[in-house]
T-cell receptor, first 112, second 115 residues
Framework: ELKVEQNPLFLSMQEGKNYTIYCNYS?????LYWYRQDPGKSLESLFVLLSNGAVKQEGRLMASLDTKARLSTLHITAAVHDLSATYFC????????????FGAGTTVTVRA | DTGVSQDPRHKITKRGQNVTFRCDPI?????LYWYRQTLGQGPEFLTYFQNEAQLEKSRLLSDRFSAERPKGSFSTLEIQRTEQGDSAMYLCASSPPGGSQETQYFGPGTRLLVL
C-alpha cells in the first residue's frame, strides 16, 4: 500500500521568510502532485511532477521531485498572507494507475 | 469555463437513510473519480471511471456504496443505510484523456452529515 507522509503538519510562517514542506512516499511513483485547499473549499491543482529532478515554479511556490529519495519538496519564498491554506501532496503509483494517494496535508498560516 | 460541479453541496440525513450525490465532470473529460475527505485528513480514493466503465474500487467502498456513470458523462454516488461514520466531504474529480501529465480537477464537494 502506498503511504504518503507530509511534514510538518502545521506551519506558522512569518511574512517575508522562506519555508519548505516535505513529502515522502513509500513506493516508486511516476507522478506527484501538489494541491492547495482553502478552508471549506475544494482542491486546486498547483503542480504535477513527472520525472526525477523535475522542478516547477509558480510565483512564490517552487516544487521539486527526487524519485530516488522518494521525496518532494514545496518551497515557499517570502511568504505572504495569501498563501495561508492547506497544502497536499498526492502520488500516483504508476503511469497506468490513476488513483491518487494523498498525504495528510500541511496547514500553513502566514502571520505579519 | 465550467469546472467540475457537484450536487448537493450539503446534505444532512438521519442514520439509516439512503443518499445520492451527483457529479458533472468537465466536458470531454473521460475519467471521473470519487474521493472522501474527513476533517483534518487528505482525500481518500473511493472509485474511478473511464467513460462509463468503473475500473477500480477501493476497499473503503463497502457494499452500501455504489457508483454509476451510465453514459460516460455525469456520475452518481449512492450510500445506502447511512451510518454516522459516513459523515465526510465527498469529492469528485475528472481528468482529460491523454498522457501521464493529466491533472485531476476537483469539484467543490458534497458535505454529508449523518445524524
Amino acid at each position: 500500500e502506498l503511504k504518503v507522509e507530509q511534514n510538518p503538519l502545521f506551519l506558522s510562517m512569518q511574512e517575508g521568510k522562506n519555508y519548505t514542506i516535505y513529502c515522502n512516499y513509500s513506493t516508486t511513483s511516476d507522478r506527484l502532485y501538489w494541491y492547495r485547499q482553502d478552508p471549506g473549499k475544494s482542491l486546486e491543482s498547483l503542480f504535477v511532477l513527472l520525472s526525477n529532478g523535475a522542478v516547477k515554479q509558480e510565483g512564490r511556490l517552487m516544487a521539486s521531485l527526487d524519485t530516488k529519495a522518494r521525496l518532494s519538496t514545496l518551497h515557499i519564498t517570502a511568504a505572504v498572507h495569501d498563501l495561508s491554506a492547506t497544502y497536499f501532496c498526492a502520488v500516483a503509483p504508476s503511469l497506468n494507475d490513476y488513483k491518487l494517494s494523498f498525504g495528510a496535508g500541511t496547514t500553513v498560516t502566514v502571520r505579519a | 469555463d465550467t469546472g467540475v460541479s457537484q450536487d448537493p453541496r450539503h446534505k444532512i440525513t438521519k442514520r439509516g437513510q439512503n443518499v445520492t450525490f451527483r457529479c458533472d465532470p468537465i466536458s470531454e473529460h473521460n475519467r471521473l473519480y470519487w474521493y472522501r475527505q474527513t476533517l483534518g485528513q487528505g482525500p481518500e480514493f473511493l472509485t474511478y471511471f473511464q467513460n462509463e466503465a468503473q475500473l477500480e474500487k477501493s476497499r473503503l467502498l463497502s457494499d452500501r456504496f455504489s457508483a454509476e456513470r451510465p453514459k460516460g458523462s455525469f456520475s452518481t454516488l449512492e450510500i445506502q443505510r447511512t451510518e454516522q461514520g459516513d459523515s465526510a466531504m465527498y469529492l469528485c474529480a475528472s481528468s482529460p484523456p491523454g498522457g501521464s501529465q493529466e491533472t485531476q480537477y476537483f469539484g467543490p464537494g458534497t458535505r454529508l452529515l449523518v445524524l
